[in-house]
């Protein structure tokens, strides 16, 4: 949020109660000041702000002056001779400018203990709560301010703003804010997932072979036999064969991948109201910008990386989050073909159904207790985790109790850590059985969901699962229904 050349004092109290505690839960607040400085911050709670403002230094009088209107001593108000020499950093080259502009001083930003803070010449920031309250000292509606809106600049403001922000991407991805977490081995469960149905067509491709084949070997010759022109038998070999690769290598392409590819899980936390994320694995044979349309309506989308990339061009960017009358959309700008990529989202909506547990434990060499399964979806398998100990067991159908006491165990143990789970049942599979290998795939993304939860995890997989994608894509789709005992 940009407040600059607005009496905030003008605001409501439940406006200004609003903004600082949006900006006390993650908000970044950024306040153009100079001449306007008692404006701008005449609403707000001084110890919100953690400043306050000393005077206004008119840049073309020299004079400096208090709230009041008064005319005061510039050294006997900060200790300085100069709002430059108070800052204590130089101008930024990118804005030599500023010398000709009305510039606010404001106490606490510039120096502490004898040390001063970090920051550029034209501003500083200071965390406030989970956010940040970043103060230049110029109004950005100042004429003479010709370079604060360049992009360097604007991109220098929102470093500032983001550094004193609590919302780093490992923070972001492992909070309730997000309510979807990140972890390494979720990209290789869903590259699992993906290998499942991996299997091109053959088909057409060996009868384009054939008829090649037979084309530049009896057919070729007896026509240029039967015409008498043997002799170019050897120019029209290798055009048929560059001919037909050009062929091969453009039908191929759609035989394997005709549209971007999406793999998906989709959990549901079945006691947390129904809440509903899915996470996604993409691609797409096109070298080009793809974009792919989510099916639903979101509470949010966004990537699902470590690294989300950075750059001073504002026309450059890898991911894309577009949200318009159609719904919302994402993709990527990718350096290669094939290139993969992670993203994440929420539905608006929530999802009925329950997961009904009795006295469910397991331990390394047992397994007891009952579960119910009333989602309305059959679920193929079942992974119970407690702390270290997991199970995998055969499924329960919709509105069906089992007694895990009695049920097949497919997989037990005793697991080190969550990784330990994948590795042990989704890779180990992987080579003799791609649909079970994909499968636990699924379960253990859902289960990296739930594991910060206190008690005892049971997660029943659906393979199958409704789309997240639609449109021009092909998706495998999997649901993970979960619940804590």
């Given at each position: 949020?940009?407040?600059?050349?607005?009496?905030?004092?003008?605001?409501?109290?439940?406006?200004?109660?609003?903004?600082?505690?949006?900006?006390?839960?993650?908000?970044?607040?950024?306040?153009?000041?100079?001449?306007?400085?008692?404006?701008?911050?005449?609403?707000?709670?001084?110890?919100?702000?953690?400043?306050?403002?000393?005077?206004?230094?008119?840049?073309?009088?020299?004079?400096?002056?208090?709230?009041?209107?008064?005319?005061?001593?510039?050294?006997?108000?900060?200790?300085?001779?100069?709002?430059?020499?108070?800052?204590?950093?130089?101008?930024?080259?990118?804005?030599?400018?500023?010398?000709?502009?009305?510039?606010?001083?404001?106490?606490?930003?510039?120096?502490?203990?004898?040390?001063?803070?970090?920051?550029?010449?034209?501003?500083?920031?200071?965390?406030?709560?989970?956010?940040?309250?970043?103060?230049?000292?110029?109004?950005?509606?100042?004429?003479?301010?010709?370079?604060?809106?360049?992009?360097?600049?604007?991109?220098?403001?929102?470093?500032?703003?983001?550094?004193?922000?609590?919302?780093?991407?490992?923070?972001?991805?492992?909070?309730?804010?997000?309510?979807?977490?990140?972890?390494?081995?979720?990209?290789?469960?869903?590259?699992?997932?993906?290998?499942?149905?991996?299997?091109?067509?053959?088909?057409?491709?060996?009868?384009?072979?054939?008829?090649?084949?037979?084309?530049?070997?009896?057919?070729?010759?007896?026509?240029?036999?039967?015409?008498?022109?043997?002799?170019?038998?050897?120019?029209?070999?290798?055009?048929?064969?560059?001919?037909?690769?050009?062929?091969?290598?453009?039908?191929?392409k759609g035989f394997r991948i005709a549209d971007?590819?999406?793999?998906?899980?989709?959990?549901?936390?079945?006691?947390?109201?129904?809440?509903?994320?899915?996470?996604?694995?993409?691609?797409?044979?096109?070298?080009?910008?793809?974009?792919?349309?989510?099916?639903?309506?979101?509470?949010?989308?966004?990537?699902?990386?470590?690294?989300?990339?950075?750059?001073?061009?504002?026309?450059?960017?890898?991911?894309?989050?577009?949200?318009?009358?159609?719904?919302?959309?994402?993709?990527?700008?990718?350096?290669?073909?094939?290139?993969?990529?992670?993203?994440?989202?929420?539905?608006?909506?929530?999802?009925?159904?329950?997961?009904?547990?009795?006295?469910?434990?397991?331990?390394?060499?047992?397994?007891?207790?009952?579960?119910?399964?009333e989602t309305g979806h059959d679920f193929s398998?079942?992974?119970?985790?407690?702390?270290?100990?997991?199970?995998?067991?055969?499924?329960?159908?919709?509105?069906?109790?089992?007694?895990?006491?009695?049920?097949?165990?497919?997989?037990?143990?005793?697991?080190?850590?969550?990784?330990?789970?994948?590795?042990?049942?989704?890779?180990?599979?992987?080579?003799?059985?791609?649909?079970?290998?994909?499968?636990?795939?699924?379960?253990?993304?859902?289960?990296?969901?739930?594991?910060?939860?206190?008690?005892?995890?049971?997660?029943?997989?659906?393979?199958?699962?409704?789309?997240?994608?639609?449109?021009?894509?092909?998706?495998?789709?999997?649901?993970?229904?979960?619940?804590?005992?």
């Open positions: 949020m940009i407040i600059d050349q607005y009496d905030t004092s003008q605001l409501s109290e439940d406006t200004i109660a609003a903004i600082e505690d949006w900006t006390n839960r993650g908000g970044m607040l950024i306040f153009g000041t100079g001449i306007y400085a008692y404006d701008v911050l005449g609403g707000f709670d001084p110890q919100f702000l953690q400043t306050n403002c000393l005077g206004i230094y008119m840049s073309g009088t020299g004079d400096f002056v208090t709230e009041q209107g008064r005319r005061g001593d510039m050294y006997s108000e900060t200790g300085s001779y100069s709002p430059y020499d108070y800052y204590g950093v130089s101008i930024d080259m990118y804005l030599s400018n500023i010398y000709e502009t009305d510039t606010a001083i404001l106490s606490g930003l510039s120096q502490y203990d004898g040390y001063y803070h970090y920051g550029q010449g034209y501003g500083n920031s200071l965390s406030s709560g989970n956010g940040s309250i970043t103060y230049l000292y110029y109004a950005l509606s100042d004429p003479d301010v010709v370079n604060a809106t360049t992009t360097y600049v604007a991109e220098n403001i929102f470093s500032m703003a983001a550094e004193q922000a609590k919302l780093d991407i490992a923070t972001f991805h492992n909070s309730e804010k997000s309510g979807i977490r990140y972890a390494y081995n979720i990209k290789s469960a869903l590259g699992i997932i993906d290998m499942e149905k991996a299997n091109i067509n053959y088909g057409v491709l060996n009868i384009l072979i054939a008829i090649y084949v037979l084309l530049v070997g009896p057919v070729v010759y007896l026509v240029l036999r039967h015409f008498k022109k043997r002799e170019l038998y050897w120019i029209t070999v290798p055009a048929m064969a560059l001919l037909f690769v050009g062929i091969i290598s453009f039908a191929g971007t590819t999406v793999c998906s899980v989709t959990f549901v936390n079945t006691g947390n109201n129904g809440e509903v994320g899915s996470v996604l694995y993409a691609y797409s044979a096109d070298h080009d910008d793809w974009l792919i349309s989510l099916a639903d309506e979101c509470a949010y989308a966004g990537p699902l990386q470590n690294d989300y990339g950075w750059s001073k061009d504002p026309t450059d960017y890898y991911f894309r989050v577009v949200e318009d009358l159609s719904g919302t959309s994402v993709g990527i700008r990718p350096g290669t073909s094939f290139e993969t990529t992670m993203f994440q989202c929420r539905a608006a909506d929530q999802v009925k159904g329950e997961i009904l547990t009795e006295d469910v434990e397991v331990t390394n060499h047992s397994v007891r207790g009952h579960v119910t399964n398998y079942l992974l119970i985790y407690d702390n270290r100990y997991f199970a995998i067991v055969e499924g329960v159908e919709d509105g069906e109790e089992i007694n895990l006491k009695n049920a097949e165990v497919l997989e037990q143990g005793d697991s080190s850590s969550i990784d330990d789970i994948f590795w042990m049942t989704a890779e180990r599979n992987y080579e003799e059985n791609k649909t079970l290998a994909a499968q636990m795939a699924a379960l253990y993304v859902g289960l990296r969901q739930a594991v910060d939860y206190q008690g005892t995890v049971v997660l029943g997989v659906v393979p199958n699962y409704d789309r997240v994608t639609e449109g021009n894509c092909s998706e495998t789709s999997y649901g993970v229904f979960y619940c804590i005992q």
